[in-house]
Structures are given as C-alpha cells and as structure tokens.
C-alpha cells in the first residue's frame, strides 16, 4: 500500500512539473500586449486639414533618416478633419519612429517624442510642406441669390475621385486652397438648407496664377435663373460608328430622376437644364447599359457623343456589383431618400436613390471605386470599394 502512495506521490510531482514548464514557456513566447494610445491632426502651412495621409508607427533604427522603418505595428489614414489615431503602442514612446506620405506633401521622417509637446499624447499637430510643384491657388467667394456671403459652407476638393483638401468658407464667404498640384479636380460645395453645387476645375502646371470662382448658392426649393442649358447626346455603335436609334435614355440630378427620352434620329436633346452636373444612363436592348455624367454651367450648351459596347463584346470581367446600405448612425434605421454616387478614375458614372433601403450598381469592371451618400441633416461619408474580376461588394454606412 505504501509503495502505491509513493507512486501516486511522484506522478503528481511529475504532472506539478510538467505544469509549471508549460506556463513558463506559454508566457516566454506570449508577444506583449501594448494599450497606449496617441492622437492628432495634420495640417498643411496655411493650417488647413490634410485628409487622406498614410501614417507608420515602428521602433526605431539606428539610422532613423534613412528610410530605414522596420516592424511596423501600427498605421492610421487622416479622416477628411485631418485627424489620426495610433493605438497599441509600447509605453516607452522616445523609441517609436514615425512615416507621414501624402502624394502632395514632402515625406515626414521623424520620432513620436520630437512630435509631442507637454508630454501630450492626444493633440499632436504636425505640420507638412507641399511639394515644389504645387503652386495652383484656387480662391471660392460663395454667396446666396441677394450676393450675401455665407459662412461655414463645406468645400470638399478632390482629384482622381480622392478627397485632398476639406475646408469650410470664413465669414465673408471666402475660402483659399493655396499650393494646389496640378491636375483636374472637382469640388463639391454644400451648406444646409442650400442646393448641392459640384464644379470640376482643371489646375495647370507651373502655374501659380489664382483662379477665382464666384458661387451663388440657392436655396432649396428656390428657382435658378440659370435654367436655359441644353445637352445634345450622341449615341453611336463603338464598332461601325453609325447612329443608334431606339436607345432609352434617363437623365437625374442630385439622385432625382428628371425625364426619359428616345433616341431618334441623330441625336437626343435634354433642354431648359439649369446649372450643375447631371447623370445619365442608356439602356438599348443588344449592347452594354452605360452610365456616366455631363456637368454644363450657367446657360451652357454641350455636344456628347457616346459610343455602345455590343453584348458579344462586353468584358467578361464586368459583371461586378457594389450594394450600398446606409443607415442612421443612432436609430439605426435605413435612410431611404439618401442620394449614392460612384465615381471611377475621377469621373462620376452614377448616382442612385435609396429606395428600398440600398442602392445597387452593377456591370462594374475590376478596379478602385469612389462613392458617397448625401442626405439632408447628415454629414456624407466618402469611402472607398476595390472590385475584383466580377466581384461583389456589400458596403453598409451608419450617418451622423
């Protein structure tokens, strides 16, 4: 009976054994948990917001302005108020260095400790330079239909469909981008309780000479004495080039369905349109339903050829989908009414009404998709949708 307790004895002693290496080696090789947590915005020289810059996070080498970053272990993208958030960071912050890139600034190589002032982690201001060759300046005075200037109207710049300059109008209704790239840009100009204004404007290079834009805003429900522009569509085979008659084709604004008309004979003629940008789409039984946009100014008259894709020479690639389901941020509820526009490579090819609680675009090829949703009292999300051959995408937003 002994010997049977002596043995018990030591199996015990073995499992206690064998017990306690296992927790010693379990916590050796546990990676440490970090829950520091650092903040801040980026702005440019002048003050205004940077949205879109990528931010890095990593320790520290030994030659910090050599590009030389290694284990990256946290990123952030500034939201459009320039703001950033960097989490799980080791308590010891004198050794993280830090990467800031943006397309239009020069590169921020740096240490989180040269950032920091008073040892505060929540309100860090880093400043970036723009680069040589942005030197466009574009000056917005904005103003109601009594040539009132109106402050606080939200001015969003963009370029290739991404946002990079975000700023509202001070309080004689003017707002200054300065130290702008060149290329083309659109601007999308909002204030509550006024029709939404969206401009494209083409930034030369080289050329630092201001480009000034008087905007008169209406209000909502008001009458636009710049109500007489006309749009002449083209509609032809891409292949033989010839005339396509019996096309269905539907003209919208700010996501409301306007008309639609036949084509017959040479062309379509969509009249007494007041300023703004307008989307179409064309729908012709044995070729590709196509949709894009035509944005014409105060008055203004415009010619449009736009040319047919055959069925048998569609891209089997182009089958992809993107469902948009917005909701309210608090009640959760679907936002019907809500307006979704898609644009891909800086141009806009649709905009959609939320009617049975999401939108849906369909025949979209591979690639890189813009889009935002705007409704009366909300604050519009921008975001960004990556299609593969065919693929589909679900995209639900909650708005403020």
Partial sequence: MKKYLLFGRKVLLSLFAVLV?????????????????????????????VPGAFIEASMKTTNLKGANIANVFATDTTDENGRFDLSDLPDDLTQIAIRISHPDFDEVLTDLETLRSDNDKSNIQVVMNQKDECVGKIELTITDKNETPLSGVEVKLRRNGELVRYSETNSEGVLLFENVCPGEYGLRIFNDGYSVIEKGINVPENDSTLIKLPITLSAVGEPDSCCDGKIYLIIKDEVTKEILEGA?????????KLDIKISEGEFVLFENLCEGTYAFDIVLEGYKHIEFSIEIGCNETKEVVKYLKGEADQDTCCNGKIYVIPRDAETEELLKGAMVNIFKDGQKIGSKIVEEGYVLFEDLCPGKYNLNIIMEHYKGPEFSVELECNGVAEIHKDLI
């Avoid at 990676?31 to 440019?44: K, R, S």
């Avoid at 269905?248 to 409301?256: Q, R």
């Fill in 248 to 256: 269905h084709v539907t003209i919208w604004k700010n996501g409301d």
């Fill in 21 to 49: 290496l296992i927790v010693a080696c379990t916590e050796s090789t546990t990676e440490p948990v970090f829950e520091n947590t650092v903040a801040g915005i980026l702005t440019d020289t002048y003050g205004m917001a």
